[in-house]
């Protein structure tokens, strides 16, 4: 069966920090390019990190220098590491997987919180 299935959200502080885990099945995931996405309420979807098949990485500016996105081919995990959290950074976040021609692959989505 193919599926991604998220973990680690939850709620955080400002200035705290959060690792987000993306664990995929039943694909060759290393040919895959990895993403996170976010929605926030009453907000459209936004790409927050991106890594290639190949490790080539791409942040949206407002994460730059903050969040880290990183993958593990022999686990089938992608991971996004989120420091110093400010409050606009609450949203859902989704985990997204894309091969040239393919339909893209996502996850149930895991909430992030950063409130006081």
């Known amino acids: 069966q193919v599926q991604l299935v998220e973990s680690g959200g939850g709620l955080v502080q400002p200035g705290g920090s959060l690792r987000l885990s993306c664990s995929a099945s039943?694909?060759?995931?290393?040919?895959?390019?990895m993403g996170w996405y976010r929605q926030a309420p009453g907000k459209q979807r936004e790409l927050v990190a991106l890594?290639?098949?190949?490790?080539?990485?791409n942040y949206a500016d407002s994460v730059k220098g903050r969040f880290t996105i990183s993958r593990d081919n022999a686990k089938k995990t992608v991971y996004l590491q989120m420091n110093s959290l400010k409050p606009e950074d609450t949203a859902v976040y989704c985990c997204?997987?894309?091969?040239?021609?393919?339909?893209?692959?996502w996850g149930q989505g895991t909430q992030v919180t950063v409130s006081s």
């Open positions: 890594i290639t098949s190949g490790g080539r990485t």
């Open positions: 039943g694909i060759i995931f290393s040919i895959y390019n």
């Open positions: 997204n997987g894309q091969i040239n021609g393919g339909l893209p692959l």
